[in-house]
């Protein structure tokens, strides 16, 4: 399984065309996720590290919240964040 993290760079459309790069056969495996703007301005938004941006967001997955997921530059990542945690929880988050 990848998680794919990218850059949306406020293109609305930018995860259709991501997915329709990705191998049929790979589809499944394949999560996309990503900060709708830039990195950077959800790090200057919320004022912490990369790191602890992602030792958040991986306690919002543990914890099934939404504390982080849910900021405005993380929740367009709803659908395909639900999809990866019916397939990964079980193994990554016990």
Not at 59 to 70: A, F, Q, V
Not at 75 to 94: A, D, Y
Request: proline residues 3%; negative net charge.
């Amino acid at each position: 399984m990848i998680a794919l993290l990218i850059d949306f760079d406020e293109d609305e459309d930018r995860l259709s065309y991501v997915k329709h790069q990705i191998p049929d056969d790979l589809k499944n495996r394949v999560f996309v996720l990503g900060v709708f703007s830039e990195p950077e301005r959800l790090r200057r938004d919320i004022k912490k590290s990369f790191e602890n941006i992602g030792e958040g967001l991986a306690k919002d997955c543990s914890d099934n919240t939404n504390e982080l997921w849910g900021h405005a530059f993380l929740k367009h990542n709803k659908t395909e964040l639900e999809r990866m945690m019916s397939s990964v929880k079980p193994f990554l988050f016990n």
